[in-house]
C-alpha cells in the first residue's frame, strides 16, 4: 500500500495549539473527511478532517502535544494509489505484449488467435483508458470552508482562483474576513476547479461549500477499476485467459465505495443529511437527530445556528411554551427620507462584530466606573530623557509601555482583578498570567490586540510590541489569536482629549482601564501651588466580581506607581 502523510492544516492561528482527542486508532479504516484529531485553540476546538480513505499505519502524536500548521499527525495506507502503480505497470506490460516475439507467452496458440487476441487487447486498452478519462472527470470533491475558530457569516473579500484553474494542494483559494482579521482558505488536495459557489461579498461559515475540484487519478482509481472490470467481461475467453498477467482483476478495489456513493451505504439515522464533522458531532453530544433540523446553508446544509435553534425550539415546547422574559422590545425605526435626504451605509465587519460584543457586555455586566488622576509630571520628565536611547533602539517610547508595565504590578499586587466569572459553573477562574490588551484605533475600527506576559517585560520590549501590534491592527494584518487571552484592557484617549468618559469591560474580563489627555493643574504642596502635569484614569469594573472598596485601592495603587515608577522594583 502506499503511505500518505496526515498534516495539520491551516486552523486560522499562527501559534501552537494542543491536541485534546485522538478519534482514530492504528489499524483502523477511516473515510475521506471523517474527524481523526480535535485539536483546541485559544477559544475553540477544531477537528481535522481526514484528506483521503485509508487505513492508519502510525500515530505520530499523543493528547497533550502541541502542533501548528504542517506537524505530521499520523500515516494512512492508501489502496487507490497501490491500485494506480499497478495500472501504470500493466500499462507497461501490456505495451510490451504487443511487440513481436509473444510465441514463449503460449505454445498452444496459433498465429491467427494471437493476432485476434492482440486486437481485442488493443480494444480493451482503449476502453480501459476512455474509462479511465471519464473516470476522472465524474469524481469531484466539495471544497468547504474548516473551522473558523468560533466565527460565523464570515465575508469573502478575495477570491484568488477561477472556474478551470489547475489547484494545488493547500493552495490558497479565497481570503475570508473574520473577527478583525483575515485568513487564506486553502485547496485541500490537487486537481482541476470545475465550479466556483462563491463570489466577493458573500457570507459564509463553516462547512459551506466553495466549490467543486476535480480531483488527480489517485481519488478515481476505484471507479476505473469497476470500469475495467465490466469491461473485461465482454472479451472473449482467450482474452482473458491471456490477461490474466498483464491486466490482474483487483477484487479489493472493486470494493472500494466512490465517495458519492458513501452516503449511501450508510444506514444510521441522520447519515443522509448535509452536515459536516463538526455539527455532527455537536449533534451527538446535544442528542439532536440531524434529519429533522431545516439546514439554511448551500444545498441545504445543516449548519451549526441550524442545530441550535432547532435545540432551542425543542427546549421551549418541553416547557410548555414558556416565555423567554428576557429579550429587548424591538424598536422600529422612523422613515428617515420623510424629514430630508439620507445617505445608507452597510456596517462592515468590524462594527458588526463590536456592536454585538458592546451590547452584550452592557446588558450582562453591572458597570460601576471609578475615576482619579495620576501625577505623571516625573514619568513625562524621565520619558523624554530616554528619548535619544529610544531612536537609537529604533522605537517610539511613548506612555503606553509605562501604563502596561504598571497595570501588570497593580494586577499581580490585586489579584482579584485577573479574573473571569463562570456563571453556570458558579465560579470564579483566576488566571497565573497576565495578558492585557490595548485598543488600537483604526481606519477600519476599534481593535483590542494582547500583549502577552507583560509582567516578565521591560519597558523596551513592551514599547517594541506595541508599535508592531498597531502596525499589524491597523495593516489588518492580526490573527484572531493576537486579540485573545487578555485579562485586563487599556483603552487610551490621550491623544484625542477629553477629561474622562466611562469605557464598557470587555468580556469575559472584570475590568478595563480609560486613559484620558494629560493636562498641568495646580497642586498645593503644602506651602505653594505648583504646577503637576495630572493624568485623569477612568477604571470601569464588573461590579458582580470586584467592590467598590477594591476598585479604589486599584486605582489608588496605580496613581502611586506611575507618579514614582520605583515602585515597579519593590
Known sequence: MSTVDVTVPDVGVDEAVEVIEILVEKGEPVDAEAPIVVIETDKATVEVPCPESGTVSSIEIQIGDKVKEGDLLLKLETEAREDASQEQEQEQEQEQEQEPDNDSQSGEHAAGPKKEESGAADAGLQSAASSQASGQQSETRDITVPDLGGSDAVEVIEVLVSEGDSIEAEQALIVLESDKATMEIPSPASGILKALSVSLGDKLSEGDVIGQLAVDGDEGVSSRDSNQDSEAETTSSSLQSGASDTKPQSSDAAQVPKPQNIEKMLTKEGARVHAGPAVRKLARELGADLAQVQGSGPKGRVLKDDLKVYVKSQVTRAQEGGAPGNALPAY???????????????????????????????????????????????????????????????????????????????????????????????????????????????????????????????????????????????????????????????????????????????????????????????????????????LPLSLSYDHRAINGADAARFTTLLCSVLADIRHLLL
Open 332 to 534: 422600529k425605526l422612523p422613515d428617515f427620507e420623510a424629514f430630508g435626504e439620507i445617505e445608507i451605509e452597510n456596517l462592515d465587519k468590524i462594527q458588526r462584530v463590536t456592536a454585538a460584543n458592546m451590547t452584550t457586555s452592557w446588558l450582562n455586566v453591572p458597570h460601576v466606573t471609578q475615576f482619579d488622576e495620576a501625577d505623571i509630571t516625573e514619568l513625562e520628565a524621565f520619558r523624554k530623557d530616554q528619548k535619544a536611547q529610544a531612536e537609537q533602539r529604533g522605537v517610539k517610547l511613548t506612555p503606553l509601555p509605562f501604563l502596561l508595565k504598571s497595570c501588570a504590578h497593580v494586577l499581580c499586587k490585586l489579584p482579584q482583578f485577573n479574573v473571569s466569572l463562570d456563571l453556570e459553573q458558579q465560579r470564579l477562574i483566576r488566571k497565573k498570567y497576565v495578558h492585557i490588551g490595548m485598543a488600537v484605533d483604526t481606519p477600519a475600527g476599534l481593535v483590542v490586540p494582547v500583549i502577552r506576559d507583560v509582567d516578565r517585560k521591560s519597558i523596551w520590549e513592551l514599547a517594541e510590541e506595541c508599535m508592531d501590534m498597531a502596525d499589524r491592527a491597523k495593516r489588518r494584518k492580526l490573527s484572531p489569536g493576537d486579540m485573545q487571552g487578555g485579562c485586563f484592557t487599556i483603552s487610551s484617549l490621550g491623544s484625542l482629549g477629553g477629561t474622562a468618559f466611562t469605557p464598557i469591560v470587555n468580556l469575559p474580563e472584570v475590568a478595563i482601564l480609560g486613559v484620558s489627555k494629560a493636562d498641568f493643574k495646580p497642586k498645593y504642596d503644602g506651602s505653594e501651588f505648583v504646577p503637576r502635569l495630572m
